[in-house]
């Protein structure tokens, strides 16, 4: 799944640890949205559908995730003419 930044929207990123099963001590995942809820929502349905998590284990990933702003200088900017 791609997901892009929206211009001039607050975004926020969902960043989940997926170490547990992928067996990576590096890998996490990473989904975006326009608020928190969202973010962590796009997490969850993620994990479901790729890695083919239950409720449970989306959960307990879930609570290892963290969810934080994207500065606004993150946000694609239009290009004007000159």
Known sequence: MVQ???HNEPQY???????RI?????EEIM???ASA???KKHGEELLASTYG???SQVLELIQQARIE???QWCAPQ???AI
Request: net charge negative; aromatic share 4%; proline share 3%.
């Open 4 to 6: 892009q930044i929206r």
């Open 13 to 19: 990123i969902c960043i989940i640890p997926v170490e």
């Open 22 to 26: 992928t067996a990576n001590q590096d």
């Open 31 to 33: 989904t975006f949205g």
């Open 37 to 39: 809820d969202e973010a």
């Open 53 to 55: 998590c239950n409720q």
């Open 69 to 71: 702003a994207i500065a």
């Open 78 to 80: 239009e290009r004007r």
